[in-house]
């Protein structure tokens, strides 16, 4: 029996990644280890649903991103992105404080393993300076090829390593992201990542198993627009795919990912466009004919897992790399935020409303992640790993 502690930062859409959670559950009831997942309280009540031990932090190394300065220039509004997206998980107070915090769990605690999800800074940290295994769940790890010039994120990640007194052996500073040299779980496909041609060889891809089952439901005129449940500020975003939708006939679902009674005034958005705050994917992906949003990675893996053709709309970080990949992958688009005009728009909603086409490449994206384990999987895999990390 091993002790794995999960830990994320405390937002909805950090703890699933495409499975994370679910793996977690599958660790716990099916295969009876110890589990606990440690983080803000705000996502307790998903985690102990899920049959997971709650461990609460007052600090998780998330701080929330400041508005964006008004009227920016469309190259501006990028570097703008970019910064308030490093501020939000690797500002150096925030992170530290959740990492001392984090340290005296583990030390009450005692896990085996730790497992993070890709902006859990504070884990990586900890596991390094208690000399206790990571693994990385939701992003593949880089193949380390001589001479990369350094990211954007690489003074950071140096500093913080340095503050907290350890080598950074759990980091690729010049990638940007957290790197185990065991175990990455992901939940794609390995031809999700054709524009990576060589990833770590500890990367191991599992899917979405029965999640990604088959839909009987008919294809309705239903198209759902979010921005996830953090980078929600862009009132243009939401007016310009409402008004697409309804211009070609398309019945809008607006998600804020915020809770405002009265969003539709403050978005600007037309009284017929149904507006709320959250849904739950599996129950109303079934149900659309396409989805519009951001390209944040739980958010683009449900819409592959149900077979929804997407328009991705990259606001920060690696949601560019989604927008990336889904128009080669022939499931939807990728396009600049500076290139989703009102025109632009109504194309790309004629075409998730009309298009066989798209349809069916979504349709066998699904089934090439219903093929692969999914959680169950996954599971098994960081269990038969973590043998490898004991010894």
């Given at each position: 029996?091993?002790?794995f502690?999960?830990?994320?930062?405390?937002?909805?859409g950090?703890?699933?990644?495409?499975g994370m959670?679910a793996?977690?559950?599958?660790?716990?009831?099916?295969?009876?280890h110890?589990?606990?997942?440690?983080?803000?309280?705000?996502?307790?009540?998903?985690?102990?649903?899920?049959?997971?031990?709650?461990?609460?932090?007052?600090?998780?190394?998330?701080?929330?991103?400041?508005?964006m300065?008004?009227?920016?220039a469309?190259?501006?509004q990028a570097?703008a992105?970019?910064?308030?997206?490093?501020?939000?998980?690797?500002?150096?107070?925030?992170?530290?404080?959740?990492?001392?915090e984090?340290?005296?769990?583990?030390?009450?605690?005692?896990?085996?393993?730790?497992?993070?999800?890709?902006?859990?800074?504070?884990?990586?940290?900890?596991?390094e300076?208690?000399?206790?295994?990571?693994?990385?769940?939701g992003?593949?790890?880089?193949?380390?090829?001589a001479n990369?010039?350094?990211g954007?994120?690489?003074?950071?990640?140096?500093?913080l390593?340095?503050q907290?007194?350890?080598?950074?052996?759990?980091?690729?500073?010049?990638?940007?992201?957290?790197?185990?040299?065991?175990?990455?779980?992901?939940?794609?496909?390995?031809?999700?990542?054709?524009?990576?041609?060589?990833l770590?060889?500890?990367?191991?891809?599992?899917?979405?198993?029965?999640?990604?089952?088959?839909?009987?439901t008919?294809?309705s005129?239903?198209?759902?627009?979010?921005?996830?449940?953090?980078?929600?500020?862009?009132?243009?975003?939401?007016?310009?795919?409402?008004?697409?939708v309804?211009?070609?006939?398309?019945?809008?679902?607006?998600?804020?990912?915020?809770?405002?009674?009265?969003?539709?005034?403050?978005?600007?958005?037309?009284?017929?466009?149904?507006?709320?705050?959250?849904?739950?994917?599996?129950?109303?992906?079934?149900?659309?004919?396409?989805?519009?949003?951001?390209?944040?990675?739980?958010?683009?893996?449900?819409?592959?897992?149900?077979?929804?053709?997407?328009?991705?709309?990259?606001?920060?970080?690696?949601?560019?790399?989604?927008?990336?990949?889904?128009?080669?992958?022939g499931?939807?688009?990728?396009?600049?935020p500076?290139?989703f005009?009102p025109?632009?728009?109504?194309?790309f909603?004629?075409?998730?409303?009309?298009?066989?086409?798209?349809?069916?490449?979504?349709?066998?994206?699904?089934?090439?992640?219903?093929a692969?384990?999914?959680?169950?999987?996954?599971?098994?895999?960081?269990?038969?790993?973590?043998?490898?990390?004991?010894?």
């Amino acid at each position: 029996m091993t002790r794995f502690l999960f830990t994320s930062l405390p937002l909805a859409g950090h703890i699933d990644w495409g499975g994370m959670l679910a793996t977690a559950g599958e660790l716990v009831t099916r295969l009876g280890h110890v589990v606990a997942w440690a983080s803000g309280p705000a996502i307790e009540p998903a985690i102990q649903r899920a049959g997971v031990e709650f461990l609460p932090l007052v600090h998780t190394g998330w701080i929330e991103p400041s508005p964006m300065p008004p009227n920016l220039a469309a190259d501006q509004q990028a570097v703008a992105r970019q910064q308030r997206a490093l501020d939000a998980w690797l500002n150096s107070d925030a992170v530290l404080a959740a990492a001392h915090e984090l340290d005296r769990t583990a030390a009450g605690w005692q896990p085996d393993v730790i497992v993070v999800e890709p902006y859990a800074a504070a884990g990586a940290l900890v596991a390094e300076r208690r000399g206790v295994s990571l693994a990385v769940c939701g992003r593949p790890a880089l193949a380390l090829p001589a001479n990369r010039p350094p990211g954007p994120a690489a003074a950071r990640i140096a500093a913080l390593c340095r503050q907290f007194g350890v080598a950074g052996t759990s980091w690729d500073p010049v990638g940007g992201q957290i790197r185990s040299p065991w175990l990455h779980l992901d939940f794609f496909a390995r031809r999700w990542y054709a524009d990576l041609p060589q990833l770590g060889p500890q990367t191991r891809f599992f899917g979405a198993g029965p999640a990604a089952g088959g839909s009987t439901t008919p294809r309705s005129n239903t198209i759902l627009i979010t921005l996830g449940s953090l980078f929600t500020d862009d009132p243009a975003f939401f007016r310009i795919a409402a008004g697409a939708v309804l211009a070609e006939g398309g019945h809008p679902l607006v998600v804020t990912g915020r809770r405002d009674a009265d969003a539709a005034t403050t978005l600007g958005l037309p009284a017929d466009v149904e507006v709320t705050d959250w849904v739950n994917f599996d129950a109303v992906l079934p149900r659309v004919a396409g989805i519009v949003h951001h390209g944040g990675v739980g958010t683009t893996h449900a819409a592959l897992r149900h077979g929804v053709p997407q328009v991705i709309v990259p606001h920060a970080g690696d949601q560019h790399a989604q927008a990336g990949r889904i128009t080669p992958a022939g499931a939807g688009y990728g396009v600049r935020p500076s290139d989703f005009t009102p025109a632009n728009a109504r194309w790309f909603a004629r075409q998730l409303l009309t298009s066989d086409t798209l349809h069916l490449a979504a349709s066998v994206w699904q089934a090439e992640l219903a093929a692969l384990g999914g959680p169950t999987a996954a599971a098994d895999s960081l269990q038969e790993v973590t043998v490898t990390f004991r010894k």
